[in-house]
T-cell receptor
Framework: EAQVTQNPRYLITVTGKKLTVTCSQN?????MSWYRQDPGLGLRQIYY???????DKGDVPEGYKVSRKEKRNFPLILESPSPNQTSLYFC????????????FGPGTRLLVL | GENVEQHPSTLSVQEGDSAVIKCTYS??????FPWYKQELGKRPQLIID?????GEKKDQRIAVTLNKTAKHFSLHITETQPEDSAVYFC??????????FGAGTRLTVKP
């Protein structure tokens, strides 16, 4: 089954404790992206990747890192999480660019205390 | 950078009526405009999209129109049904491949 998966789905952590949210797709998509969703602000793009070893900043990259060592995986790294990073995070992928149907993962709800 | 504004933030219609959601964008280089539907607790899903070389696109009860000169695009849902109730997001993509979303519209269709 073609899908985008994220782990964990729910996470409660404390300020400053490094964490990684994994994202994986099995559709051989080149384009992958991370968004955060906050009430009243919609979805804001954090980082995106056009292909392996190619990553670019989105709208709100501060406090986040990403890597794209393999085509299928695009982990989101919070080196030192802060409470303002409490949010719902979505990973998405599409075939070659953002101009095609983006398939979203199920979301990761993060609470930083 | 791109800025996408979406109106209204909430919309309530009677079943069978039409619903219209409007978005404006600031970057004239934007060339791709998708609409996503997000049901409560679920992930966003693409329902329709339009590219900058097209003025209108229709898929059954859903249509999108684009006015490049005015830099606005709209989602039209006809003959609304209770299952259309959800949050709808518009988005715009520029040549840099980063996607900007509107803040969302919560549509409620009353039976």
């Amino acid at each position: 089954e073609a899908q985008v998966t994220q782990n964990p789905r729910y996470l409660i952590t404390v300020t400053g404790k490094k964490l990684t949210v994994t994202c994986s797709q099995n559709m051989n998509h080149e384009y992958m992206s991370w968004y955060r969703q906050d009430p009243g602000l919609g979805l804001r793009q954090i980082y995106y990747s056009m292909n392996v070893e190619v990553t670019d900043k989105g709208d709100v990259p501060e406090g986040y890192k990403v890597s794209r060592k393999e085509k299928r995986n695009f982990p989101l790294i919070l080196e030192s999480p802060s409470p303002n990073q409490t949010s719902l995070y979505f990973c998405a992928s599409s075939l070659t660019s953002a101009s095609q149907t983006q398939y979203f993962g199920p979301g990761t709800r993060l609470l930083v205390l | 950078g791109e800025n996408v504004e979406q109106h209204p933030s909430t919309l309530s219609v009677q079943e069978g009526d039409s619903a219209v959601i409007k978005c404006t964008y600031s970057d004239s280089a934007s060339n791709y405009f998708p609409w996503y539907k997000q049901e409560l607790g679920k992930r966003p899903q693409l329902i329709i999209d339009i590219r900058s070389n097209v003025g209108e696109k229709k898929d059954q009860r859903i249509a999108v129109t684009l006015n490049k000169t005015a830099k606005h695009f709209s989602l039209h849902i006809t003959e609304t049904q209770p299952e259309d109730s959800a949050v709808y997001f518009c988005a715009a993509k520029n040549n840099n491949n980063d996607m900007r979303f509107g803040a969302g519209t919560r549509l409620t269709v009353k039976p």
